[in-house]
């Protein structure tokens, strides 16, 4: 492999850490220069090999260290599931004026249904008017979607297609149903 010196610029960084990987604040990094390797990593590349440190690590890509992450959990924690107010140093948010996340439903819909939402009948035998039907299937043999538009007792239009095998009976009853919707937008208005 060929070696090459190349300057690096690496990021300001508002930590480091020394040797025993403690984090002391407040020191930049503003330029480094290493040998490296073409093809190898980046954190190869600056030196980030198996005795590296963790802190050493964390300031390489980035990552806040272990313990201000806990802080900052804690913080979050503390103004918005328990509504306490932090220190005025740290922030001058009124846990009171902060809005509650919605928590969803309190009981399944379907354990109490109103005789209005659902009706189990059929709607009987209507033959006058204007009527769509709708169908999606797949058999072994294929998978089809269709649609048929019924004025009184005639069949006014028909609209069948056949799909692929990877298709699900889902897709056909929805594509049946896009377009019998697209045909009902070109009827004249009743």
């Known amino acids: 492999m060929q070696k090459s010196r190349i300057n690096t610029r690496l990021p300001t960084t508002q930590f480091r850490t020394d040797r025993k990987g403690s984090v002391v604040s407040d020191t930049k990094i503003s ?3 290493a040998y490296q390797y073409q093809f190898v990593p980046d954190t190869a590349k600056l030196g980030a090999y198996r005795t590296t440190s963790t802190a050493a690590l964390q300031v390489i890509l980035g990552i806040p260290p272990l313990h201000l992450q806990l802080q900052r959990e804690a913080r979050g924690t503390a103004l918005f599931r328990l509504r306490l107010p932090l220190s005025t140093n740290v ?4 846990p009171s004026e902060i809005e509650e996340k919605a ?3 309190s009981t399944h819909p379907l354990e109490h249904l109103s ?18 039907y709708t169908d999606g299937s797949k058999t072994e043999k294929g998978v089809g979607a269709a649609f048929c538009v019924l004025t009184d ?3 006014t ?34």
Request: cysteine-free.
């Open 115 to 132: 005789p209005t939402q659902i009706s189990l009948d059929d709607g009987g035998n209507i033959n006058t008017g204007l009527r769509i």
């Open 91 to 94: 922030s001058d948010i009124d």
């Open 31 to 33: 330029s480094t220069s």
């Open 103 to 105: 928590t969803g439903w």
């Open 157 to 190: 239009h028909r609209w069948s297609t056949r799909l692929s095998l990877r298709n699900t009976v889902f897709q056909a009853e929805i594509l049946a149903l896009l377009k019998a919707v697209e045909h009902a937008v070109t009827l004249p208005t009743q």
């Open 153 to 155: 007792v005639n069949i």
